[in-house]
């Protein structure tokens, strides 16, 4: 089963969006069991709606505790997957739905990590991969893609106008493999919440840097559900952090008003420039039933955040600093704290050292 986030129906059968009303989907799974077996976002094969059929070996990824603070404040180092970010755990569950429904050919719309995650895992399963790519990614993220082979579409016009090449795509019968547009995608992400509470339990609170509010979605979900099942006793507070460029979710929250996206947007947080957050609604609910909250971050926070992580021995792009920089600026109380460092800085080397 498939609910609307926006107008709550349900569907039996597998949409993109909601028929109804045009809004994201979220897989409703009713038959989850709490079996972990094996490694990686597989080992939870238990709680996923689809078998394996293409994995990379992704997840599975280190949980840090900082040194040399106070306060209990953990890394789960995202950059570890095959590609260099959260991506990758997705990616394998819809390519995984994708290639039990035979699917040759596949599209996405992308700032770069998921362009990259969805290139590699269709070169592995030998399927054909189409890139909407806006023109001003960084060459990085670029080089990365082609090297997996891909045909890759530069658009100018940003990212929705990526995103609107690829809806045409699905005219033609190919299948769409992005984020907020694809219920299966959310399902590999929840994946980090069973990996954070095998390793710690249920922390108090988690700080995600946020462009359209899936991983944030995903790992409330993944919580969710353990505590329905009654493998957890809670939820933790879920923190959304957004570059201040362009930030509607945290707007949106702050205000209890409709999403409204940026005219204008620049920042070196390319990861999570996302204008139009697909799943901004469902980010928004996970932020308020948890009792969470949602910070913006400049630019320069952004840098500081990449160099006091790189000091301890992580290398993060500066969207996926985002959760430091939001740590600095949110009253903290006691318990412990989990930032997700969600992609390498070997993404954007040159922005991440504040020399672009």
């Known amino acids: 089963m498939f609910r609307c986030i926006n107008c709550g129906a349900m569907h039996h059968d597998f949409h993109y969006i909601c028929p109804r009303c045009g809004s994201a989907l ?23 709606p689809v078998e394996r059929r293409v994995t990379m070996y992704e997840g599975g990824t280190p949980l840090i505790r900082r ?57 592995y399963a030998n399927l054909t991969a189409r890139v909407f790519l806006p023109a001003d990614v960084p060459d990085e993220k670029v080089a990365q893609i082609r090297a997996y082979g891909a045909c890759l579409v ?44 095998e390793e710690m339990g249920v922390p108090d609170t ?6 359209t509010g899936g ?7 993944g919580f969710e559900e353990l505590r329905s099942l009654g493998v957890a006793d809670g939820t933790p507070r879920m923190v959304a952090a957004q570059a201040a460029a362009a930030a509607p979710i945290v707007e949106a929250w702050r205000s209890h008003a409709p999403l409204r996206p940026p005219e204008e947007a620049e920042s ?14 469902s980010a928004i609910a996970a932020m308020r039933s948890s009792g969470g909250l949602g910070v913006e971050v400049e630019d320069d926070e952004l840098i500081s955040a990449v160099r006091e992580l790189g000091k301890e021995g992580v290398f993060a792009e500066p969207s996926a600093a985002a959760s430091l920089a939001a740590y600095h ?28």
């Open 26 to 48: 979220l897989f409703i799974g009713d038959r989850l069991l709490w079996k972990p077996e094996g490694v990686g976002v597989w080992r939870y094969r238990s709680m996923l």
């Open 67 to 123: 040194r040399d603070v106070k306060d209990e404040v953990y890394l789960k180092v995202e950059g570890n997957n095959p590609t260099g970010s959260f991506k990758d755990r997705g990616t394998s569950v819809v390519l995984s739905h994708a290639l039990r429904d035979g699917v040759r050919t596949v599209a996405v719309a992308s700032t770069g990590n998921m362009g990259a995650s969805v290139a590699a895992y269709c070169a």
């Open 154 to 197: 530069r658009v100018e016009g940003g990212f929705q106008e990526a995103v609107r090449r690829m809806k045409e795509e699905a005219d033609k019968g190919v299948y769409l493999a992005t984020t907020g547009l694809n219920p299966y995608f959310l399902e590999g992400l929840k994946t980090v919440a069973y990996e954070i509470f």
């Open 206 to 211: 988690i700080i995600v840097p946020t462009g």
């Open 215 to 221: 991983l944030l979605t995903a790992i409330h979900k």
């Open 268 to 281: 070196i947080a390319s990861a999570i420039l996302v204008k139009e957050p697909y799943n901004g609604l």
């Open 329 to 356: 600026k949110i009253e903290r109380p006691p318990g412990r704290t989990v930032l997700i460092v969600t992609g390498s800085g070997l993404k954007d080397p040159l922005a991440a050292l504040g020399r672009s």
